[in-house]
């Protein structure tokens, strides 16, 4: 069966640490993964989007990025977050069918 | 391109009540339409979708939605409330096969009173 896991599934961080996010799919190949974060009170924003290993398009400008080092892995990172970095954070595959699968999401907190 | 309008932020019902959160839609194609629900703290769960077959689709726990094409309308209901119901409920959009695909509405926090 195909599966997504994402981790952790919290975490609170200082200003200016360092941030790594990762999400790997299970029973698929060369699937198409996606990074989204929803601020408080507000829908799915759509971070990155990645079609293939090292492939990665990033969707805002912001303090984020992403890699994808395997075919089934996705990673989001920053350097040094912000604040306004807090959010939940939700890596997706998309089906061939057409719809999408979800990770269980990190919420990050920064303080 | 595409839009989702949830036109409600927060629901709230009484226990027992019927539940209906609205979700309008535009969309240059025929799109695949999505309940999902996110209960507190956790990821998202797929409710139910609509791709095209039956107009009024039944989900888990007793929710359906009934596709309206002429209101472009993509609404969600249930007869009878539950506690374990509470939660955040996104009304999404699938059309076309680019990262622009998926667009969420801003969801509707459902709060189910005793």
């Known amino acids: 069966s195909q599966t997504i896991h994402q981790w952790p599934a919290t975490l609170v961080q200082p200003v200016g640490s360092p941030l790594s996010l990762e999400c790997t799919v299970e029973g698929t190949s060369n699937p198409n993964l996606y990074w989204y974060r929803q601020a408080a009170g507000r829908g799915l924003q759509l971070l990155f989007y990645s079609v293939g290993i090292g492939q990665i398009s990033s969707e805002v400008p912001q303090n984020l990025s992403a890699s994808r080092p395997q075919d089934r892995q996705f990673i989001l990172s920053s350097k040094k977050l912000l604040l306004s970095d807090s959010g939940f954070y939700l890596c997706a595959w998309r089906e061939r069918q057409g719809g999408y699968t979800f990770g269980s999401g990190t919420r990050l907190t920064v303080v | 391109a595409q839009s989702v309008t949830q036109l409600d932020s927060h629901v709230s019902v009484s226990e027992g009540t019927p539940v209906l959160l609205r979700c309008n839609y535009s969309s240059s194609y025929s799109p695949s339409l999505f309940w999902y629900v996110q209960h507190p703290n956790k990821g998202l769960q797929l409710l139910l979708k609509?791709?095209?077959?039956?107009?009024l689709v039944k989900g888990i726990n007793g929710f359906e939605a009934e596709f309206k094409k002429s209101e472009t309308s993509f609404h969600l209901t249930k007869p009878s409330a539950h506690m374990s119901d509470a939660a955040e409920y996104f009304c999404?959009?699938?059309?076309?096969?680019?990262?622009?695909?998926?667009?969420f509405g801003s969801g509707t926090r459902l709060q189910v009173q005793p």
């Open positions: 999404v959009v699938i059309s076309g096969w680019g990262r622009r695909a998926l667009t």
């Open positions: 609509y791709t095209s077959a039956a107009t």
